[in-house]
């Protein structure tokens, strides 16, 4: 177990190094300078990503005086559409906001939206599962169990619907072994396994909803996804690259004590569009990092933003304003720098494909959406991606 966890850390220890020098100050300026208000979108209430944002911003509150306003979106869509129009100026967001906003893919691939040009903050690495859970009275062990039983499909959310696609997969499955059960948003899928509406659904184990089916009389258990079987974990990643296996320790029904062999990724990730100003983020990034030791303990899983979980070679660029402190602070180095220049690259070539769609805004929404999936991807491949 000791080793699995190390190897799965590992990918986001490559600032560890450098975690003395930032601690000392080295090259940073004094002190974070943010407008009064601040707003930022967020996973809906109850989610672990909304907890986190309410003790970050009471810790923004204490140290800084500065208000924060979290708006709770029910699906990726909704959470990237008051960031899109200003009306937000960050995002506590997911891989479906972050990585699947940036490639045009599912509901980012419709005629409204397109690929878009998502930049990175901080991610939070901590010990949590981002992973299916389902009701321990379900009979569900394994991934392989969920064959028959019920698991949440949520409209408008790719980032969770294509993640249960993507664990299917390592067990040979698809939504046709399954029964596919559709709700609203993300906290009346958690709320159908406690009122027996369904039997899974896709959940970070810190999410509040994933306490209350752990005290509610279904139980709460995660499905095994082993870490030996390397044949499912191929056909897992070929889904969804954001993955990793993971020993998961904290969330309801986890301890060190307990841990769970399952998967996850980065949750949340902090994040805008390139077009935010620099010195506002270059200024939001330095108020997480400095405010850190305030909020660390407020909620479930917030440990994940301290500066030695960082990975600054994921699947989003990094911001300009947050590429600058990096650098003050003596961690981001120039392999970071070549990684970020090729992601913005891809970004463009997106773009660029997606701009040549315009002469076929007379499809309708499936054909459009045939025609961008071919599109994109001989785009990419002409890249080079």
Do not use: C
């Not at 300078?33 to 810790?59: C, E, F, H, M, R």
């Not at 045009?104 to 299916?132: A, C, E, H, I, M």
């Not at 993507?166 to 906290?187: H, Q």
């Amino acid at each position: 177990m000791h080793n699995t966890q190390t190897r799965a850390r590992g990918v986001f220890t490559a600032a560890f190094f450098a975690v003395s020098a930032l601690a000392a100050g080295q090259a940073v300026s004094a002190e974070a300078k943010l407008p009064a208000t601040l707003a930022w979108s967020a996973y809906d209430v109850g989610s672990g990503g909304y907890n986190q944002s309410v003790g970050i911003g009471n810790a923004l509150k204490q140290k800084y005086n500065v208000s924060l306003r979290v708006l709770p979106g029910k699906n990726d869509v909704s959470r990237n559409l008051p960031l899109r129009n200003g009306q937000v100026q960050f995002s506590a967001n997911g891989v479906g906001g972050a990585y699947l906003a940036q490639e045009g893919l599912y509901d980012f691939g419709s005629k409204q939206w397109g690929p878009q040009p998502v930049r990175g903050l901080l991610l939070n690495t901590s010990d949590q599962l981002l992973t299916v859970l389902a009701a321990k009275d379900s009979g569900i062990k394994t991934v392989a169990d969920m064959k028959g039983k019920r698991v949440a499909w949520v409209i408008g959310a790719p980032s969770l619907n294509e993640n249960i696609t993507a664990i299917l997969a390592f067990a040979n499955l698809t939504w046709n072994d399954v029964e596919k059960v559709e709700f609203g948003g993300f906290g009346a899928a958690m709320d159908g396994i406690v009122n027996n509406q369904v039997d899974a659904a896709f959940s970070s184990s810190i999410s509040g909803k994933a306490y209350a089916i752990a005290k509610s009389p279904r139980g709460l258990i995660y499905p095994v996804i082993s870490h030996k079987d390397k044949e499912g974990w191929k056909r897992l990643n070929k889904l969804a690259p954001f993955f990793m296996p993971y020993m998961g320790t904290e969330g309801a029904e986890l301890s060190k004590d307990h841990p769970a062999e399952s998967s996850t990724y980065p949750y949340p990730i902090l994040m805008t569009y390139a077009s935010q100003k620099t010195d506002l983020v270059y200024n939001m990034t330095k108020a997480m990092v400095d405010s850190f030791d305030l909020y660390k303990s407020s909620a479930p899983g917030n440990s994940g933003w301290a500066v030695d979980r960082q990975n600054f070679a994921w699947v989003i660029p990094f911001h300009d304003g947050a590429i600058k402190y990096w650098k003050e602070a003596g961690l981001w180095k120039p392999e970071h720098q070549k990684h970020n220049d090729m992601l913005i690259k891809r970004q463009q070539v997106l773009a660029k494909a997606w701009a040549g769609m315009n002469k076929a805004d007379d499809l309708d929404p499936q054909a459009f959406a045939t025609a961008w999936e071919k599109t994109r991807a001989e785009a990419l491949a002409k890249a080079g991606f």
